[in-house]
């Protein structure tokens, strides 16, 4: 097992590095979606629920889902935990943001006495011993580390330190929560060279044969920021006419670069070729499961279709290089 202070040292170091890969990335938007996705699953199956990330995705975007063979009831429960777990995550109510600030006054304090890192393990494992819940004291790490050890929230919450067979003495158990902090860490800067990695090709092949003037490169620069797009969201950004942006999309999707993953005619949503597990989850509209066509869809869908979160500007770039000279002098 590591020492306390080895565990502080790789988790800051873990930390940091992603930090700093992800300051000013032009994939930040959906390497945050994505990193939201997998602490929502990693806490749901630390509170009994096992839910898949996908699925998840599908409830965010109000679609449904294709359940298969799968026991719908067990599917949906695990559903709506997570969907509540996100929820205080990033937009809590009025009540779930009064035990926040709670939880945040308690990591305030311990950082007055211990180091960042030290005080967050130390304020978790007061609050918990007090009886809290633990959602409130979740969405206060992510907040209280955006503000006084990284530039950016990132949802990073050590889950794996709450299994029920981790000891539970704060000697022992706070170097495993450091740990599994910084084993967060890894695997988000994993996910954000998986997500360079499809930008980078689909780039490539957008760029093969293609006008000077074309506008295919900065539309899937915003197709890449954005976990999912729809027609009218990246004309908007292009200021193109949707039926011109749609176009672009169905090209983009019969080149493989991206997929749709909504199955209907109105209001369809797009994303990179990653996201091809959201659309094998999405299940099919009533009348083209009857009749193999697509449907309408409803206002209120399109609607919710038309708030997906777009950056305003993306400079495209032929390489993400961080800088890591800062980190490593430290």
């Known amino acids: ?7 502080i040292g790789g988790a800051a170091f873990a930390l940091g590095r992603l930090d700093q890969a992800l300051h000013g990335h032009p994939l930040l938007p959906a390497a945050l979606h994505r990193m939201r996705l997998d602490a929502v699953r990693r806490q749901a199956a630390v509170d009994g629920y096992a839910i898949d990330p996908w699925h998840l995705a599908a409830v965010i975007e109000h679609l449904p889902l294709r359940l298969g063979d799968a026991d719908r009831g067990g ?5 709506r935990y997570a969907f509540a777990q996100y929820q205080w995550l990033v937009s809590p109510d009025f009540d779930q943001e009064g035990a926040v600030q709670e939880a945040m006054a308690v990591l305030a ?3 007055l006495t211990e180091s960042p890192l030290l005080g967050v393990a130390r304020g978790l494992h007061d609050w918990l011993e007090a009886g809290h ?5 979740r969405t206060a790490i992510v907040r209280h580390l955006g503000t006084t050890l990284l530039r950016t929230p990132l949802p990073l919450t050590g889950a794996a330190a709450l299994q029920a067979d981790v000891p539970w003495g704060f000697a022992a158990w706070a170097p495993l929560f450091l740990q599994a902090l910084a084993a967060e860490a890894r695997d988000a800067l994993r996910q954000l060279g998986l997500l360079e ?3 980078r090709q689909a780039r490539q092949i ?3 044969g293609r006008r000077r003037n074309s506008r295919a490169p900065a539309a899937l620069d915003l197709i890449a920021a954005a976990p999912l797009i729809s027609a009218g969201t990246l004309a908007g950004c292009l200021r193109m ?3 011109n942006a749609l176009a672009l999309l169905d090209r983009f999707a019969d080149q493989g670069v991206v997929v749709e993953v909504t199955h209907r005619s109105a209001r369809r949503l797009f994303g990179l070729k990653g996201l091809a597990p959201l659309a094998a989850e999405v299940a099919l509209p009533r009348r083209a499961r009857r009749a193999g066509g697509r449907i309408r869809a409803s206002a209120v869908e399109e609607a919710l279709a038309e708030d997906a979160s ?3 500007t993306l400079s495209p770039l032929a390489r993400w290089q961080p800088d890591y000279a800062d980190l490593e002098a430290a």
């Open 206 to 208: 957008v760029a093969t």
């Open 197 to 199: 990695q499809a930008w």
């Open 75 to 79: 599917v949906f429960e695990a559903a």
């Open 109 to 111: 304090r311990g950082a």
């Open 310 to 312: 777009v950056p305003a």
């Open 133 to 137: 819940a633990r959602p409130a004291m």
């Open 1 to 7: 097992m590591m020492t306390l202070n080895a565990s």
């Open 241 to 243: 006419a949707p039926k």
